[in-house]
C-alpha cells in the first residue's frame, strides 16, 4: 500500500534512496542538496541502509570517489547542485565514458557570479553534454519517482551511463507537497540487485580501468558511446511501464498537456511547468486552443518524439530557466529547434527567457507568452524572437 | 479554483512560522487533499520578517509559485503590521488572524480592511507564554488559523502537532504546545 | 594486427584481459642496443632489478640474454653494471652498426 505523505522534494528523494540502499554514497554539502544528503547520512547513521559514506572534500572528490567505487562494484549515489556540478564536470566525462551507472540527483540551482543560492538551471544546462542521461522533474513526486527510476535506466545492461535526477532548488527541494511513497519492498523489487559490468573487486577476473586510447581506437569508443545514447529512450519507456504497474503513474519521454488539439504551446522544464498547466486550463476556459510540452529526458533529447508532438501548432514559445551565453539561443530552444528543423510545416518558434536565480515565475508569465503567441498564430509578426521576461527594464 | 484554499503566513525569524505552515499541511493530508507548505527563503536571520504560504486543495497543485491571492493571512507578528501590508493581494473576501492583545475593531482599522473581509485577533504571544513559557505563538496561531478555516477538526490538529513535535521535544514541551495550539483555537475572536 | 572497429571495442574501454600489454612490442623503439659480455659478468642481476621494462631474462637465479623484443635501448642496465676488474658486461652499440 502506496504511503500518502506531506514532505519535502529534498525529503522525498533521500528516501527514495534510502529505498533503493545503494552501497556508497560519496557527497559533499552544497545548498539546496544539502538538506537531502544530511538526511541521507542520517539514515546510513541509524542503520537504516547499509549504505557507505565517503565524506570528501569537494564535488571533485565526491564524483572521482564515486568513479572508483562504481568500477570497484558498487551500487553509487551522490548529489549536489551548482558550483558542485560546475566542479565535478572534469569527473563527469570520465563517469559517462568509463560506462559507470552512478545516480546523481542535481537540485538545481543558480551559478555565480555574481552569487546566488535559487532555483535556475544553468548548473545541470552545464552538463547537458557530458554524456549523462538527464531526468527532469516538476514536482516532488516526480523526482521521488524519477530517481527510482534512474537505477533502473542506469544499470540496463543496454545502456550503463550515470544518471542525473533534476528538481527545482527551493520551490521544490524545500516545499512540503502531497506525495506518495511505495513500499520500501516494492522499491527494492523494483530496482532489483546490482550487477556491474567487470568489477575491479573481482579478483577473479582482473580488469584494467581508465586506459590510455590514442587516435587509432578513440572514435570507435565515442562512436559506442553515441551509439548506446540511442538506446535510452526504449530503455526509460519500458522502465515506466514497469513503474507504472507498481505506482500507478504514468511516466513517458515527455509530457504532452492538452497539445494534441492545440495551436499555440510552450515547452518548459521542471516546476514553472505545472503553474503553466493551470494557466493553459484559463485559456481553454476562454477558447483558445493551448497546449504544453515538459521535455522528461532531456538527455539524450527524444527529437524525433518532440518534434513529432510539436509540428502541428501554429506558434510556438520554448521557456528557459538558463541562457547560453554567446549562443544563438538558450539550451531548450536549440533542442526544440532542431527537432522542428526537418519539417516544411512548422510552427513560428520564439524563446524566452524566465526565472534567473530563484525570479518568481507567475501564472502572468504564461499568461503574457501566450497572448503573445495567439498574436503571431493569427498575425504571423513576431517583435522579438529571444528576449527576458520578468526582468526589469 | 474555488476548492483550493491558499493561506499566506507573516511572520519573524524564530517564531516558528514556517514550522506551522508545515503541521497545518501535514493536517490538512487527510480525506485525499493535496497540500503545500512553502517559505520564501531569504537570508535566515532571527527577527528578519518572512512569508510562508500554504495550498490545500481537493486536486492536484500544480502551481509552484509564490501565493498572491490568499483567502486567508495569518500574521504571527503585530510589529510587523507597521512595516509590511500584510493586506497585499489579499482576496475581497479574505480572514485576517492577527497575534495581538488588541481588540478585533481596533486591528480592522488598522489593517483598513474592506467590510468584505474578516478580521480575527488572537493573543498567541501570551498564550505561548503561560503555556509553553516562551513567547513561540505558531502552536496558538495554528489553532486560531485551523478555527477560522474549519480545514481540519481540533482534535485531527492537536494529533498532529503531537506528532511533528514528539519527534524533537520533551513530553513538557509537547503537552504545552497542545495545550497552546487548543486554547488558539477557543480563544480567536473576530471582530 | 586487425584493429577493431566501434562494435567490438569494450564498454567503458574496459580491458578484460589481464597483461595484454605483453602484446604491444616496444624492441623497434631501440636506437642503441645493449650487449651482454658473460665473461665480464658477475651475475650480481643489478641489471635485472634496474631494467625498466623487464627485458633481462633470468633462469634458475642467472642472468640470460636480453629481451630484444622489448628493450627500448634505454641504457640503465649499462650504466648501473659494475662488470669484473673495471670491464663492463653490458655495453651499448648503436643500432644498424
Known sequence: MAKIVAVTGNEAVANALRQVNPDVCAAYPITPQTDMMQRFSGFVSDGKVKTEIILVESEHSSMSACVGASAAGGRVITATSSQGLALMNEILYIASGTRLPIVMPVVNRALSAPLNIHGDHSDAMGARDSGWIQLWSENAQEAYDNTIQAFRIAEHMDIRLPVMICLDGFIISHSIERIEYLEDEQVQNFVGEFKQLYPLLDLAHPVSYGPLILPDYYMEFRKAQAEVNTKVPEVVLDVAADFEKISGRKYGLFETYRLEDAEIGIVILNSAAGTTKDVIDEFRNKGIKAGLLKPRLYRPFPYVETGEALKHLKALCVLDRADSFGSSFSPVYMDIASSLYPYNDKPILINKIYGLGGRDYLPEHAEIVLNELIDIAETGNVKSYKEYIGVRE | MADTLEIRWHGRGGQGTVTAAKVLADACLSGGRHVQAFPEYGPERAGAPLRAYNRVSSHELRMHCPVLHPQVVSIVDATLLDSINVTEGAKEDAAFIVNTSKDPQEIRKKLNALPTQKVYTIDATRIAIENIGRALPNAPMLGAVCKVTGLVTLEHLLEDVRKSFGKKFSQKIIDGNLEATRRGYEEVKEG | ?97
Open chain 3, 1 to 97: 594486427m586487425k584493429l577493431k572497429n566501434w562494435k567490438e571495442v569494450n564498454p567503458g574501454s574496459v580491458i578484460t584481459e589481464p597483461g595484454s600489454s605483453e602484446k604491444f612490442k616496444t624492441g623497434s623503439w631501440r636506437s642503441s642496443k645493449p650487449i651482454w659480455i658473460e665473461e665480464n659478468c658477475i651475475q650480481c642481476l643489478f641489471c635485472w632489478i634496474y631494467c625498466p621494462d623487464n627485458a633481462i631474462k633470468v633462469k634458475d637465479g642467472k642472468r640470460g640474454e636480453f629481451d630484444y623484443e622489448y628493450c627500448k635501448g634505454c641504457g640503465i642496465c649499462a650504466l648501473e653494471c659494475p662488470g669484473k676488474k673495471g670491464n663492463k658486461a653490458i655495453i651499448m652499440v648503436e643500432e644498424g652498426k
